[in-house]
């Protein structure tokens, strides 16, 4: 499954959940938030599923506005 919000697209692997920031504002959203040592798949960033949530939700928060 794949997602759009805002600045990135998000896609459902399971145990793991890959973040794309498909422009500046998202990559400098990730670069400033999320820990950059994050295993990549291609261009996405790839979390454990149990952080998605929280990722999400400052994703929603600093960005929607």
Not at 22 to 49: E, H, P, S, Y
Request: proline share 2%; charged share 30%.
């Amino acid at each position: 499954m794949q997602t759009t919000l805002n600045d990135f697209i998000i896609q459902d692997h399971g145990s793991l959940v890959g973040f794309y920031p498909t422009n500046a504002i998202g990559r400098t959203w990730w670069k400033d938030r999320v820990d950059i040592d994050c295993a990549k798949l291609g261009c996405f960033f790839m979390v454990d599923r149990r952080y998605a949530r929280d990722i999400i939700s400052g994703i929603e928060k600093d960005l929607e506005d």
